[in-house]
């Protein structure tokens, strides 16, 4: 008798209709994201900075780690190095022209997932009113409830790229070699579940 309740308990489950992955809209949290730069100057060492203010969110499928959507909105005149007058040049027409120009836009194309919560995000960068593809290396950090403050289930992530800022027209300084071409980036955030 209890081998047959058994036996109806597993055939109910078998019946259930399988449970189906579900995209879910994830918020980047601006107070746990951090938009970081370096690039060459002069071919002694790297000038680091910072964008201050950003912000953005993505549809993702947890379970089958695929993204259906992403923007990220970064304030160009948000640019921060340490330094008042460089601060001021960066902002002005010979790198980020923040006046005419004052938002930086990526928008995911997809994300090809990889080994260990690892991936490729592809997605097309606005920059100086140019937009042109990128590819990122992205690292899911951590998944799960936040162990304080909204509890809601968050998603700690790395993206990192290297891109080549004379692409977007942004040419001040390669020629001569005062500034790099090269402009390595990073990104590290949480973003929370809707």
Do not use: C
């Amino acid at each position: 008798m209890k081998s047959m309740r058994t036996l109806i308990a597993i055939a109910a489950l078998l019946a259930l209709p399988a449970a189906h992955a579900e995209p879910r809209t994830y918020d980047i949290d601006p107070d746990h994201f951090s938009i970081a730069f370096q690039v060459r100057h002069i071919g002694y060492a790297d000038t680091l900075g910072l964008f201050l203010k950003g912000q953005g969110s993505f549809v993702y499928d947890e379970q089958t780690r695929k993204l259906s959507s992403g923007r990220v909105v970064v304030s160009a005149d948000s640019v921060f190095t340490n330094h008042k007058a460089r601060d001021k040049h960066v902002r002005d027409s010979d790198f980020l022209n923040a006046d005419k120009f004052p938002d930086i836009v990526f928008e995911a194309t997809g994300y090809e997932a990889g080994a260990d919560g690892s991936g490729k995000l592809n997605g097309k960068l606005t920059l100086l009113g140019q937009t042109h593809p990128v590819t990122l290396d992205v690292k899911l950090n951590k998944a799960g409830p936040y162990p304080f403050g909204h509890k809601k289930h968050t998603l700690g992530i790395s993206a990192k790229t290297t891109l080549k800022r004379s692409q977007w027209g942004m040419s001040y300084g390669v020629e001569r070699g005062l500034v790099g071409d090269d402009v390595g980036l990073s990104f590290e955030f949480e973003a929370i579940q809707k």
